[in-house]
């Protein structure tokens, strides 16, 4: 618990005394991975095999598309 | 269909080739501060502290700058190469989960330490973060490379009809294969060399603007000796390389150096411009000369490929033709096969794979078990099955020579530099020489330049192969509206292009500031 405690105090400590530049740094960071996860993986990039909803049905897919 | 794979295999350049900005500086960039804060370690310096700490600055701006950049790569597999995405099966699940556990345990709780642990953990603790940082973005390359290098030597693996995924059978083959171990080092150490050209750029502009002078003149003795040394490695495994391609992907190497007709003896293109309309198999009678110049060193294209100055280079028209004997990298030596006969060999393995699967269907254990046989006998070759003529096995030649060319010339420019800055910097004498310290500024964006082209040498120089010899890129693409691609295109390329000026601005200002 202890170890716990200490661990959490150095991330705390670490984030809150953290310099200009880091701050813009991570705004940067979630800035990105918002754009990347919630617009471009919602609306751009759906797996095309995610309509075939077994590993049966997937593999079905692929070898009808390799062997037509 | 052709602009669907044109404008999928363009956006995954664009993405691949932005991805690559950030990642060489982060892997080379952390053994230098590694370096450095060994020297804070062993001497109690405070200047080196201080040198660490202003070099931590720029890694980490290149860090969160480049984080996640790949995560997109692996978005356009799933969406654009579905088909491809499913074949290659476990084999690339593998090394890519590994990647993230590293990835996601190593880096971010050592780089944690080595930012905020400065006043909160021993010396000797902070040293060892700075080392694992180092280590664990190295290692994380690793794995990206051994997944890369599978698709440009398939081994390790087994073929399943049943899922139409490829198994792995055997970690080692696909982990520690020749290919996978000479990427990673050839490109690694290609990082490390643009890592220290970077430090000496921006330790040669503090020692034109007359500041930090300490800090500048041993950052350059540090990135020189680095540099310097990973070059020579660069080098070696560059050779290693090139006996590996001429072995496994002989259309490659003829393609860089734009060889139509293969010879003994061949020799190495040092300058040169192709001749735009040369092709493929003309006409007896009819052949043009594949070059409009070119100044030649005798032999030494048959000692790159083949460590023999009279070894034989199959050209274009000789790989396209087959008949010649060939010895590949396991060390068998038979005559290789022409095209037709390759074809004709992956439409058996393909239509194998179509009856198996109507066999199955219909209970008829034997017939699935003849050819399930077939389809192995001939599976070597499966990809040939979707090449609809013999030209379309031939890569961009223009794309591959020149980049391999520009590749070759600037890394011995970059002998040349480094050599000028070890000389100066021993002598003390790099304060008075402006014109080596602008070389030093010019030379960041060459070493990019020819970094981003040796990777184009890699993936553009194995066209139409997304899988060597197994899957070309017209059966690995997936049915989605080329529309959508090229939305996705202009959108990358925005993103990208923000994301690279604010990381530049944000480095520059920081690099103004000093330490």
């Not at chain 2, 080739?17 to 892997?27: A, D, E, G, Q, S």
């Not at chain 2, 080379?28 to 080196?48: H, N, Q, S, V």
């Amino acid at each position: 618990m202890e170890t716990l405690k200490r661990i959490w105090l150095f991330y705390y400590e670490g984030f809150t005394s953290m310099t200009p530049m880091g701050k813009t740094l991570w705004v940067i960071i979630i800035v990105k991975l918002i754009i990347m996860f919630a617009v471009l993986r919602l609306f751009f990039f759906k797996p095309a095999l995610a309509n075939y909803n077994t590993p049966e049905a997937k593999s079905h897919a692929v070898i009808e598309n390799l062997t037509k | 269909m052709e602009s669907l794979i044109t404008l999928s295999r363009l956006q995954f350049a664009l993405t691949a080739i932005y991805h690559w900005l950030f990642v060489p500086l982060t892997l080379g960039l952390g053994f230098i501060i590694a370096f450095m804060e060994t020297k804070y370690y062993r001497t109690g310096d405070e200047f080196w502290k201080r040198t660490t700490k202003f070099w931590m600055k720029l890694f980490a701006i290149n860090f969160a700058v480049g984080v996640a950049t790949g995560i997109i790569l692996e978005f356009e597999f799933g969406t654009n190469w579905s088909n491809y995405s499913w074949f290659v099966g476990d084999i690339f699940g593998a090394p890519l989960a590994i990647e993230g556990i590293f990835a996601f345990f190593m880096e971010s709780t050592f780089f944690a330490v080595m930012y905020f642990g400065w006043e909160k953990v021993s010396r000797k603790a902070h040293l060892v973060s700075t080392w694992l940082t180092a280590f664990g973005t190295n290692l994380s390359a690793v794995w990206i490379l051994v997944a890369n290098s599978w698709m440009q030597y398939p081994a390790g693996m087994a073929f399943n009809p049943d899922t139409a995924r490829n198994e792995m059978v055997s970690f080692v083959d696909v982990a520690l294969s020749p290919v996978a171990i000479n990427k990673f080092l050839h490109t690694v150490t290609n990082a490390y060399v643009l890592a220290s050209i970077v430090v000496i750029a921006v330790s040669a502009w503090f020692l034109l603007k007359n500041r930090e002078h300490e800090l500048a003149r041993k950052s350059i003795r540090i990135a020189t000796i680095f540099g310097g040394l990973s070059l020579v490695a660069v080098m070696l495994t560059g050779h290693t390389s090139s006996t590996n391609v001429a072995k496994l992907q002989p259309m490659k190497l003829a393609a860089m150096e734009g060889l139509y007709e293969g010879q003994k003896g061949a020799p190495l293109v040092a300058v040169g411009m192709l001749n735009p309309s040369k092709k493929p198999m003309e006409q007896a009678g009819q052949e043009q000369d594949p070059y409009l110049f070119s100044l030649s060193m005798p032999k030494m294209l048959s000692l790159l490929a083949t460590n023999s100055t009279d070894g034989f280079v199959p050209g274009i028209n000789d790989i396209i033709r087959g008949g010649y004997e060939f010895t590949d990298i396991k060390g068998n030596t038979y005559i290789e096969p022409s095209f037709e006969q390759k074809k004709a060999q992956g439409t058996l393995a393909v239509n194998a794979l179509k009856e198996y699967q109507l066999a199955k269907k219909s209970g008829n254990d034997s017939l699935m078990a003849q050819t399930r046989k077939t389809l192995d006998e001939n599976f070597k070759y499966f990809g040939y099955h979707y090449i609809e003529k013999a030209e379309d096995l031939v890569p961009p030649v223009g794309i591959t020579f020149y980049a391999f060319h520009i590749m070759v010339a600037l890394g011995m420019f970059f002998v040349l530099l480094f050599v000028l800055y070890y000389i100066y910097g021993r002598k003390n004498k790099l304060e008075d020489t402006p014109w080596l310290l602008k070389l030093g500024i010019i030379s960041v964006p060459l070493v990019y330049i020819c970094s981003q082209a040796g990777w184009m040498v890699a993936e553009v120089g194995r066209q139409p192969w997304t899988i060597q010899d197994l899957l070309p890129v017209n059966a690995a693409v997936s049915g989605v509206a080329a529309s959508n691609v090229a939305t996705t295109f202009i959108i990358f390329a925005v993103l990208f292009t923000a994301t690279l000026v604010i990381e530049l601005r944000i480095m520059f200002t920081q690099i103004k500031k000093g330490a």
